[in-house]
Nanobody, 124 residues
Framework: QVQVVESGGGSVQAGGSLRLACAAS????????MSWFRQAPEKEREGVAS????????AYADSVKGRFTISQDNAKNTVYLQMNNLKPDDTARYYC?????????????????WGQGTQVTVSS
């Protein structure tokens, strides 16, 4: 069983920055793709960013392109989400999830391992 733990959420004013971290307990077949999702109250969960840990290729939702950056450490089982120029619409609970063998899907049901989430609140 892979455990996933997020950290780094908090409250910030619009235009500010936050950095989220996600650590998987092991690096294995089902953690080759590590992604961030978010869910705001009364909204569906949406994929935000993903990274394929084999070659570090990344993908982003249109709503965060140019503002968010996903990266990984050399051990491959920890990823980060640098969020800059935050907007009130970015307010949500952010979840880290992993899957394998690749990042071909952002459908929630395709992901095997989920963290508990971390809250990000952006005030105007």
């Amino acid at each position: 069983q892979v455990q996933v733990v997020e950290s780094g959420g908090g409250s910030v004013q619009a235009g500010g920055s936050l950095r989220l971290a996600c650590a998987a307990s092991v690096y294995t077949y089902t953690t080759r793709c590590m992604s961030w999702f978010r869910q705001a109250p009364e909204k569906e969960r949406e994929g935000v960013a993903s990274i394929y840990t084999i070659n570090r290729s990344t993908a982003y939702a249109d709503s965060v392109k140019g503002r968010f950056t996903i990266s990984q450490d050399n051990a491959k089982n920890t990823v980060y989400l640098q969020m800059n120029n935050l907007k009130p619409d970015d307010t949500a609970r952010y979840y880290c999830a992993t899957t394998g063998p690749d990042c071909s899907s952002w459908r929630s049901r395709s992901y095997h391992n989920w963290g508990q989430g971390t809250q990000v609140t952006v005030s105007s």
